[in-house]
């Protein structure tokens, strides 16, 4: 008696493989998998507030991003990026730190970074001082110091040191999108930056 083994599942259709068009990459999303996934459930990412500190580890400088938007709007923001699957919290951060400041920025990252809050942002406006029109988005939010050259890439147009003062000012949380001038706030109290 023969015994029939079951048709292999075509190329990229296994359910424990990577998924069909993106055999390069398994924990890329294409544009509608992300739209739909966006629509279901809220997506994890990191921010970073870079800054530059002393010798005595006190924050002097506060690195602000412009940026342009999908829709050709120029805002200021912070160094933000998605979670892949599969991914270290650590390893996000590092990535989104170089593709927004450069290889060379060198940022410090702690062996364990904790961040100093989790920011949630809502498509409706309101519901948290943060607002994302596309998602629903739950960021872990960190301060992570760096002692090279920045050299923005990706879609940041030029990163701005400001003094704390100038980067906790109402007139730049104004250009900030999404609230980001409430976590760039908390960010500096959070490493008593804010007097």
């Known amino acids: 008696m023969a015994v029939r083994t079951p048709d292999p599942e075509p190329a990229g259709e296994d359910p424990f493989g990577p998924p069909k068009g993106n055999v390069s990459n398994p924990a890329w999303l294409s544009e509608i998998e992300l739209a739909e996934a966006r629509r279901r459930l809220p997506m994890l990412y990191v921010e970073a507030v870079p800054v530059r500190t002393d010798g005595m580890?006190?924050?002097?400088?506060?690195g602000i991003l412009l940026r342009a938007t999908p829709v050709g709007e120029i805002v200021r923001t912070i160094v933000s990026g998605r979670v892949r699957y599969g991914e270290t919290i650590r390893d996000a951060l590092f990535r989104h730190l170089e593709n927004d400041l450069g290889p060379m920025a060198f940022p410090l990252l702690p062996p364990q970074p904790v961040p100093f809050t989790v920011a949630e942002y809502f498509p409706l406006p309101g519901v948290s001082p943060f607002h994302d029109d596309r998602q629903h988005a739950v960021s872990l939010a960190f301060v992570v110091p760096v002692t090279g050259t920045c050299e923005p890439r990706q879609d940041a147009l030029e990163v701005t040191w400001l003094t704390p003062e100038e980067a906790s000012s109402d007139a730049l949380a104004a250009e900030m999108e999404g609230g980001r001038g409430t976590l760039?706030?908390?960010?500096?109290?959070?490493?008593?930056?804010?007097?």
């Open 184 to 195: 760039v706030r908390l960010a500096l109290a959070s490493v008593g930056a804010l007097r």
């Open 57 to 62: 580890g006190q924050v002097v400088e506060v």
